[in-house]
């Protein structure tokens, strides 16, 4: 059974600022990495899938979900960070419910490691087993599909939960809280330090993967080395696009496709190879300053078929940069940009 997470974000509780403070666009989360290959996205369709990449935005009405070995890490426009791990599926619900109920996570069953930044007002999170109540706090929280107990690790700030018979208890860092079962509430101890170690032997991998991407203080080295892929690395990918600009070619004619129109179909790019490059970062997008992004993936080759299961886009003028990598993962000098027009490309895979 996938694990399932229903995910419910507001801007604000409506009453502490206006609903028209939130953005127009529906914009709420952005994708900051991926390890593994199998992160979708459903693009806001009904029974359509996409292959979701780094520097994606997130909007209302959107799911994402990885596979068994994959994990993701988004970023918050609330302010925050959270991991998806493995053989899990998230959705943000629709503008109304954001209005109406104001800051919310709903977990159905799965496992989110999330660090969110302190708001205006408290951010809940709803299980099967009760509500947790967050203020600027570090938290795992994980519930069996197949069972109604919930569980809540609590690393940094503090967590008020509310089961479902109306019983509350107030989490400092370092408790271990089980509950939503036939036996009430359960809470257990532990030292900071110690309740992160326990984590990071349960879940090696989604841990270490965390802890490399910034979302939680765990040491890279209590955990085993990080799983890299081609569409992921320790350097995040504005950092990557951030060092490119120093040494930029902008309106490269060697890249291909360049200053022309290209025919129906996912674009074909390709670019001169690199002395010393690794692997380059390669990013599609709908604007000359790469706020847009189309897609982006890394790779070994010096060229990119932009893939049939990656999201479709319409016609107009896009920008796409190659950026030179070195066995560290960052940016070699000369990097090249260039842009192309077409009349739009149309992809999709079913579940």
Known sequence: MRKVILLTLAFATLGFVPVQSQPSDGKVARVLDIAGHSLFTNRRTDGRWFQAYVGMKSYISERLRTDEKTSAALEFDIGGKAGISPGTEVEIVSQRDIEVIGNKLVLKAGRVWAKIDKQKSRLQIQTSGGVIGIEGTELLVSVDPDSPVSELLLFEGQAT??????????????????????????????????????????????????????????????????????????????????????????????????????????????????TGAVEYQVVLAADGGFEEVVFSARTQASNLSVPDDAPGAPKGRYHFRVIPLDREGKPLPGSRQTWFDSPGWDNAITS
Not at 220 to 233: F, I
Not at 237 to 256: N, R, T, V
Request: net charge negative; aromatic share 8%.
């Open 161 to 274: 939960i509310t089961d479902n018979e109306g019983r509350k208890q107030t989490l400092l860092p370092g408790d271990y809280a089980v509950f939503g079962g036939a036996s009430g509430m359960c809470v257990l101890s532990y030292s900071s330090p110690g309740l992160r170690s326990l984590v990071v032997e349960r879940f090696p991998e989604f841990s270490s993967f965390l802890a490399a991407r910034g979302i939680t203080t765990i040491p890279n080295t209590t955990g085993p080395a990080v799983w890299r892929s081609h569409l992921s690395s320790v350097s995040s990918f504005d950092e990557i696009m951030a060092a490119s600009a120093s040494s930029l070619i902008k309106d490269d004619p060697s890249l291909s496709p360049s200053q022309t129109s290209l025919p129906d179909g996912p674009p074909q790019l390709s670019w001169p190879a690199t």
